[in-house]
Antibody, heavy 116, light 107 residues
């Protein structure tokens, strides 16, 4: 069965960096686009980033553009989110999700807390 | 960016009730609309895609309709497992955007 497992969350100081990973299993990872979506109680669900099946295309929310980078390693069935210059407002649960349009499968989420 | 507005924000209903949630887009998104159910501490779960297509494994009491800018999610007979928060999401273009959510509570 399809499984997505995020890791790498934690507490980081403002201005710091963190790299999230999402390991995939149960499907042909190299055939599917992947996304990162975050959620906070205040702002709800917010799409963060997209990467195409082969890594040739990416897109980002304006709120993270220039600070976050999405990448993937199809040999390791893993998608990454490198988060730099973190701000308090980046505090959220971060999910990876599979899908070209709708998000068919989601991971369990990993909590990122940006605080001094 | 396309703004997605759901109504109501909270809905109180009883088991067996017919429930309808509305989602409006700030511009036409054709049929590129999905609905999700989320329970506390869990990831969202896809219910409906392309406005009216039922995701595999989702009970048939859930249905979706609409196109352009106005969409609805209907639960024909509310079951105890359906008390949750529901979100719409447009996939017509980037950035993908979500509605603010509708919490379905027990009356």
């Amino acid at each position: 069965q399809v499984q997505l497992v995020e890791s790498g969350g934690g507490v980081v100081q403002p201005g710091g960096s963190l790299r999230l990973s999402c390991g995939a299993s149960g499907f042909m990872f190299s055939s599917f686009a992947m996304h990162w979506v975050r959620q906070t109680p205040d702002k709800g669900l917010e799409w963060v980033a997209f990467i195409s099946y082969d890594g040739s295309n990416e897109d980002y929310a304006e709120s993270v553009k220039g600070r976050f980078t999405v990448s993937r390693d199809n040999s390791k069935n893993t998608v990454y989110l490198q988060m730099n210059r973190l701000r308090a407002e980046d505090t959220a649960v971060y999910y990876c999700a599979r899908g070209a349009h709708e998000f068919e499968y989601w991971g369990q989420g990993t909590l990122v807390t940006v605080s001094s | 960016d396309i703004q997605m507005t759901q109504s109501p924000s909270t809905l109180s209903a009883s088991v067996g009730d017919r429930v309808t949630i509305t989602c409006r887009a700030s511009q036409s998104i054709s049929s590129w609309l999905a609905w999700y159910q989320q329970k506390p501490g869990k990831a969202p779960n896809l219910l409906i895609y392309k406005a009216s297509s039922l995701e595999s494994g989702v009970p048939s009491r859930f249905s979706g309709s609409g196109s352009g800018t106005e969409f609805t999610l209907t639960i024909s007979s509310l079951q105890p497992d359906d008390f949750a928060t529901y979100y719409c999401q447009q996939s017509n273009n980037y950035p993908r955007t979500f509605g603010q959510g509708t919490k379905v509570e027990i009356k």
